[in-house]
C-alpha cells in the first residue's frame, strides 16, 4: 500500500460543458472533477483548498472510513465545512475497498454546481482482469445553467409542489450539446460543442466505469448495437449480467464490459432519461417540455477506422432486449449475484422503520419527511462534535435531526424503508454497503420472500415509488453515517437521517485536532453560513 498525495483547489472556473459557457464550481480548473486513482489499501492524503466564496466538504461517495468517521465529509454530521480561504487534509485508507466510487461536495447543493469527480480504486486481484483491454471511467450529469442556489431557492419557494428543476441539458463525462437558438441573448453558446468520443479497436474489449452524478436524473444507459456485460455494481464484483439497456440512478455506479465486436464504425452512446421519472408539469419552474422531447444525451463509440466527419447512423437497442427493465427503477435485485456471494447476517439485534414522504408544511412549503421529521443540519455544531463532547441520547437531539442510534457491537441492524409517496427516491447509506433483503413496488416486506442466501449487496437503492425496501448490515463502523435520497432538491427539502452507530466507540475515537480546529470560534460568523 502507498501513500498517495492530492491536491485539489477548488475555485470558480467558466467553462462550457453543453456549449453554454456558465460559472462552474471546479476542483484544479476542470470539470468533471480529477480522477482519483489509488490501489486496494491505499491512503489518500488530499488536501482542499477552499477559494470559493462558500463553505465546503468534500464527500468520497461509498468509501466507509472505517475508523475515520469524520472524514466522510458531511457537514452537520461529521465536520463543520471549510471556510472560504482555508485548507483542509483528508486522510484515510481505503482500506479492503475496491471498484468505481466518486466524490462530491455535500455542502448545500454545490455539487450540482460542478464539484464533483470520479474515484476509482484498482483492485489487483479483480476476478475480471484478463477479460478486457482497457478501461474507460465514464460519467452521467443532468446540468443546469442557473446556479443550484437559485433553483434550491425556487424549490423552496411557498407554495406546495412536487416537481423539481427540470435540467438544460444532460452531460457525458462532462460533454454536452446545448441547443443554443434557446439560449438568451448575450449568452456564450457554442451550438457544435463536441461530445464525449471514447475509442475503441475492433476485435477488443472494454471494462466502462459508469458512475451517475446527477442532481435529479435516473438514465437508461446504452450503447447502440452493443450489449453491456456487467461485472460491477457500487463497488462489488458481481456475476456477469447481460443487458442492452443499463438502469442507472444517482450515486449507483457499474462496471460493464463491450465487446468491440461490431462493424467499424461510429455508435451513438446513449443516457436517456425516461419521461416520466422527472416530475414536473407544465408551467412550473424552470419547466422546459423541450427538454423532454429532444433531450439527446449522446457520446460517441468510435472504432479506429471509422469516419472522423460524420456521426453515427447506428440503431437504437431495443428495450425489450433487457430483462426486467422498468421505467424509473432499479435493476432487478435478483439479478445482482455477488461474485463470491455472501450470507446476509441472519438474525437482527436493532431495528427500525422508517417512513419516507414528501408534503406541505405549516406555511405550506414543500419538505421532504423522514418519520416525519424534516431533516435540518447543525452545520456550526455537527453530530460528531456533540457525541465527542458529552455524548447524547437520540432524544436529546435537536428536533429535526433526523437521528437514529443502535450500539450493539458485532450484531445488525435491519432497517425496513417504507415509500409513503409515489415518486422513486435513491437512497444511499455512508459508512457500509448492505444486503437488500427485499425490495418491491407493491405489497409489504414478507420475511418468507426475503434472500437469506446470496442478496445483492449496494451503497445506494432506488426506493420504488409507494414501495418499500428492507436492508441489513453489520454493526462494526463506529460513526455519524447518513442516509438520504441522493436527488438534491430532495435532500435540501430535509430528505435525510443520521445513524449513530456504537456511540460510546465513537467517543473512543481520536479525532484529529485538524478536525476539530474547523469548528473553532469564528466560524460562525461567516456570511454565507445559512
Ligand atoms: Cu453521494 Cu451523502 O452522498
Ligand atoms: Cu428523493
Given at each position: 500500500?502507498?501513500?498517495?498525495?492530492?491536491?485539489?483547489?477548488?475555485?470558480?472556473?467558466?467553462?462550457?460543458?453543453?456549449?453554454?459557457?456558465?460559472?462552474?464550481?471546479?476542483?484544479?480548473?476542470?470539470y468533471p472533477?480529477?480522477?482519483?486513482?489509488?490501489?486496494?489499501?491505499?491512503?489518500?492524503?488530499?488536501?482542499?483548498?477552499?477559494n470559493?466564496?462558500?463553505?465546503?466538504?468534500?464527500?468520497?461517495?461509498?468509501?466507509?472510513?472505517?475508523?475515520?468517521?469524520?472524514?466522510?465529509?458531511?457537514?452537520?454530521?461529521?465536520?463543520c465545512?471549510?471556510?472560504?480561504?482555508?485548507s483542509?487534509?483528508?486522510?484515510?485508507?481505503?482500506g479492503?475497498?475496491?471498484?468505481?466510487?466518486?466524490?462530491?461536495s455535500?455542502?448545500?447543493?454545490q455539487y450540482?454546481?460542478?464539484?464533483?469527480?470520479?474515484?476509482?480504486?484498482?483492485?489487483?486481484?479483480?476476478?475480471?482482469?484478463?477479460?478486457?483491454?482497457?478501461?474507460?471511467?465514464?460519467?452521467?450529469?443532468?446540468?443546469?445553467h442557473?446556479?443550484?442556489?437559485?433553483l434550491v431557492?425556487?424549490?423552496?419557494?411557498?407554495?406546495?409542489?412536487?416537481?423539481?428543476?427540470?435540467?438544460?441539458?444532460?452531460?457525458?463525462?462532462?460533454?454536452?450539446?446545448?441547443?443554443?437558438?434557446?439560449?438568451?441573448?448575450?449568452?456564450?453558446?457554442?451550438p457544435?460543442?463536441?461530445?464525449?468520443?471514447y475509442?475503441?479497436?475492433?476485435?477488443k474489449?472494454?471494462?466502462?466505469?459508469?458512475?451517475?452524478?446527477?442532481?435529479?436524473?435516473?438514465?437508461?444507459?446504452?450503447?447502440?448495437?452493443?450489449?453491456?456485460?456487467?461485472?460491477?455494481?457500487?463497488?462489488?464484483?458481481?456475476?456477469?449480467i447481460?443487458?442492452?439497456?443499463?438502469?442507472?440512478?444517482?450515486?449507483?455506479r457499474?462496471?460493464?464490459?463491450?465487446?468491440?465486436?461490431?462493424d467499424i464504425?461510429?455508435?451513438?452512446?446513449?443516457?436517456?432519461i425516461?419521461?416520466?421519472c422527472?416530475?414536473?408539469?407544465p408551467?412550473?419552474?424552470?419547466?422546459?417540455?423541450?427538454?423532454?422531447?429532444?433531450?439527446?444525451?449522446?457520446?460517441?463509440?468510435?472504432?479506429?477506422?471509422?469516419?472522423?466527419?460524420?456521426?453515427?447512423?447506428?440503431?437504437?437497442?431495443?428495450?425489450?432486449?433487457?430483462?426486467?427493465?422498468?421505467?424509473?427503477?432499479?435493476?432487478?435485485?435478483s439479478?445482482?449475484?455477488?461474485?463470491?456471494?455472501?450470507?446476509?447476517p441472519?438474525?437482527?439485534?436493532d431495528r427500525?422503520n422508517?417512513?419516507?414522504?414528501?408534503?406541505?408544511?405549516?406555511?405550506?412549503?414543500?419538505?421532504?419527511?423522514i418519520?416525519?421529521?424534516?431533516?435540518?443540519?447543525?452545520l456550526?455544531?455537527?453530530?460528531?462534535?456533540?457525541?465527542?463532547?458529552?455524548?447524547?441520547?437520540?432524544?436529546?437531539?435537536?428536533?429535526?435531526?433526523?437521528?437514529?442510534m443502535?450500539?450493539?457491537e458485532?450484531?445488525?441492524?435491519e432497517?425496513?424503508?417504507?415509500?409513503?409517496?409515489?415518486?422513486?427516491?435513491p437512497f444511499h447509506l455512508?459508512?457500509?454497503n448492505?444486503?437488500?433483503?427485499?425490495m418491491?413496488?407493491?405489497?409489504?416486506?414478507?420475511?418468507s420472500k426475503?434472500?437469506?442466501?446470496?442478496?445483492?449487496?449496494?451503497?445506494?437503492?432506488?426506493?420504488?415509488?409507494?414501495?418499500?425496501?428492507?436492508?441489513?448490515?453489520?454493526?462494526?463502523?463506529?460513526?455519524?453515517?447518513?442516509?438520504?435520497?441522493h436527488?438534491?432538491?430532495?435532500?435540501?427539502?430535509?430528505?435525510?437521517f443520521?445513524?449513530?452507530?456504537m456511540?460510546?466507540?465513537?467517543?473512543e475515537?481520536?479525532m484529529?485536532?485538524?478536525?476539530e480546529?474547523?469548528?473553532?470560534?469564528g466560524?460562525?460568523?461567516t456570511?454565507?453560513?445559512?
Amino acid at each position: 500500500p502507498q501513500d498517495i498525495y492530492i491536491n485539489l483547489v477548488l475555485s470558480y472556473t467558466d467553462l462550457a460543458p453543453d456549449g453554454y459557457t456558465r460559472k462552474v464550481w471546479t476542483a484544479n480548473g476542470q470539470y468533471p472533477g480529477p480522477l482519483i486513482h489509488c490501489n486496494r489499501g491505499d491512503r489518500l492524503i488530499i488536501n482542499v483548498t477552499n477559494n470559493f466564496e462558500d463553505p465546503t466538504t468534500i464527500h468520497w461517495h461509498g468509501i466507509f472510513q472505517l475508523g475515520s468517521n469524520w472524514y466522510d465529509g458531511v457537514g452537520g454530521q461529521t465536520q463543520c465545512p471549510l471556510l472560504p480561504g482555508s485548507s483542509f487534509i483528508y486522510n484515510y485508507t481505503v482500506g479492503d475497498q475496491v471498484g468505481t466510487y466518486w466524490w462530491h461536495s455535500h455542502y448545500l447543493a454545490q455539487y450540482v454546481d460542478g464539484l464533483r469527480g470520479p474515484l476509482i480504486i484498482n483492485d489487483p486481484d479483480d476476478p475480471y482482469l484478463g477479460q478486457y483491454d482497457y478501461e474507460y471511467v465514464l460519467t452521467l450529469e443532468d446540468w443546469y445553467h442557473q446556479l443550484a442556489e437559485d433553483l434550491v431557492a425556487m424549490r423552496l419557494a411557498p407554495g406546495y409542489q412536487d416537481f423539481n428543476p427540470v435540467p438544460d441539458s444532460g452531460l457525458i463525462s462532462g460533454r454536452g450539446r446545448y441547443n443554443c437558438s434557446r439560449a438568451d441573448s448575450g449568452a456564450k453558446c457554442d451550438p457544435y460543442n463536441m461530445p464525449a468520443i471514447y475509442t475503441v479497436t475492433k476485435g477488443k474489449k472494454y471494462r466502462f466505469r459508469i458512475i451517475n452524478m446527477s442532481a435529479e436524473a435516473f438514465f437508461w444507459f446504452s450503447i447502440d448495437e452493443h450489449e453491456l456485460m456487467v461485472i460491477e455494481v457500487d463497488g462489488v464484483a458481481v456475476q456477469p449480467i447481460k443487458l442492452s439497456v443499463l438502469p442507472i440512478h444517482i450515486g449507483q455506479r457499474f462496471s460493464v464490459i463491450v465487446d468491440a465486436s461490431q462493424d467499424i464504425g461510429n455508435y451513438w452512446i446513449r443516457a436517456d432519461i425516461p419521461f416520466d421519472c422527472i416530475i414536473s408539469s407544465p408551467g412550473t419552474i424552470n419547466h422546459d417540455s423541450d427538454f423532454f422531447e429532444n433531450n439527446n444525451i449522446t457520446g460517441i463509440l468510435q472504432y479506429d477506422g471509422a469516419p472522423n466527419d460524420t456521426y453515427p447512423q447506428s440503431k437504437k437497442n431495443n428495450d425489450a432486449w433487457s430483462n426486467n427493465i422498468f421505467p424509473c427503477q432499479d435493476l432487478d435485485i435478483s439479478l445482482i449475484k455477488p461474485y463470491v456471494p455472501v450470507a446476509p447476517p441472519q438474525k437482527v439485534t436493532d431495528r427500525f422503520n422508517i417512513s419516507v414522504t414528501l408534503g406541505p408544511d405549516k406555511k405550506n412549503t414543500t419538505k421532504a419527511y423522514i418519520n416525519g421529521q424534516s431533516w435540518a443540519p447543525d452545520l456550526t455544531n455537527p453530530s460528531i462534535m456533540k457525541i465527542m463532547e458529552e455524548g447524547i441520547s437520540a432524544k436529546s437531539f435537536p428536533i429535526n435531526s433526523n437521528a437514529y442510534m443502535y450500539d450493539t457491537e458485532g450484531g445488525a441492524v435491519e432497517i425496513v424503508i417504507y415509500n409513503d409517496n409515489g415518486a422513486e427516491h435513491p437512497f444511499h447509506l455512508h459508512g457500509h454497503n448492505f444486503f437488500i433483503m427485499g425490495m418491491d413496488s407493491s405489497g409489504h416486506p414478507d420475511v418468507s420472500k426475503y434472500n437469506f442466501i446470496d442478496p445483492a449487496l449496494r451503497d445506494t437503492i432506488t426506493l420504488p415509488g409507494s414501495g418499500w425496501a428492507v436492508i441489513r448490515y453489520m454493526i462494526n463502523n463506529p460513526g455519524v453515517w447518513a442516509f438520504h435520497c441522493h436527488i438534491e432538491w430532495h435532500v435540501e427539502l430535509g430528505m435525510v437521517f443520521q445513524l449513530i452507530e456504537m456511540q460510546s466507540k465513537i467517543q473512543e475515537l481520536k479525532m484529529p485536532p485538524s478536525v476539530e480546529a474547523l469548528c473553532k470560534p469564528g466560524y460562525q460568523n461567516t456570511k454565507r453560513l445559512p
